[in-house]
T-cell receptor, first 113, second 112 residues
Framework: EAGVAQSPRYKIIEKRQSVAFWCNPI?????LYWYQQILGQGPKLLIQFQNNGVVDDSQLPKDRFSAERLKGVDSTLKIQPAKLEDSAVYLCASSKGHQETQYFGPGTRLLVL | DQQVKQNSPSLSVQEGRISILNCDYTNSMFDYFLWYKKYPAEGPTFLIS?????DKNEDGRFTVFLNKSAKHLSLHIVPSQPGDSAVYFC???????????FGKGTKLTVNP
């Protein structure tokens, strides 16, 4: 079974630029999550989708971050404009559904200069 | 405010010995706890979990203990192997929510 795919794996941008990350969850997984992991910290949930609807986006900085999950499969996370403090690893995870195990992708490491 | 705390940033043990990783939580509403393992340049991998109705869950070399009164859980790895060297994250969720709250992680090094 293929795992969660993410791209790109690495991205370097300058502050005030925009960036987008892509995630393809495990086939058949209804729930998709985006996490931000800052160096030295644990992952922090940014947004959770159930199919193509948002379940929780309480910790998403909506003035600069946006995410969508069209057709309930792939998802993109966008930052516009980026700030220095957005430098982190962005992890995508998916699960079959309610209270099922979350499987993580390898992450996208973002560096904002 | 950190609701899930892993106070030891690192731990070093000899191969074959026991590794004990600790985790404390502050939110009494948490009722489901998990441990994830993370290798460099990879995403976290689920290891083991425990519900608040239990005080112990075992899976092969890995055992998680939960002390609800102390709001403390621990992960025991016996025997430890060099391949166990990784960062271990403790996570918690509450009331049927799928939202996981993670600790900062403990880096385990198992020396041959």
């Amino acid at each position: 079974e293929a795992g969660v795919a993410q791209s790109p794996r690495y991205k370097i941008i300058e502050k005030r630029q925009s960036v987008a990350f892509w995630c393809n969850p495990i086939s058949g997984h209804a729930t998709l999550y985006w996490y931000q992991q800052i160096l030295g910290q644990g992952p922090k949930l940014l947004i959770q989708f159930q199919n193509n609807g948002v379940v929780d986006d309480s910790q998403l900085p909506k003035d600069r971050f946006s995410a969508e999950r069209l057709k309930g499969v792939d998802s993109t996370l966008k930052i516009q404009p980026a700030k220095l403090e957005d430098s982190a690893v962005y992890l995508c995870a998916s699960s079959k559904g309610h209270q099922e195990t979350q499987y993580f992708g390898p992450g996208t490491r973002l560096l904002v200069l | 405010d950190q609701q899930v705390k892993q106070n030891s940033p690192s731990l070093s043990v000899q191969e074959g010995r026991i590794s004990i990783l600790n985790c404390d939580y502050t939110n009494s509403m948490f009722d489901y706890f998990l441990w994830y393992k993370k290798y460099p340049a990879e995403g976290p991998t689920f290891l083991i979990s425990i519900s608040s109705i239990k005080d112990k869950n075992e899976d092969g070399r890995f055992t998680v203990f939960l002390n609800k009164s102390a709001k403390h859980l621990s992960l025991h790895i016996v025997p430890s192997q060099p391949g166990d060297s990784a960062v271990y994250f403790c996570a918690a969720s509450k009331g049927g929510s799928e939202k996981l709250v993670f600790g900062k992680g403990t880096k385990l090094t198992v020396n041959p």
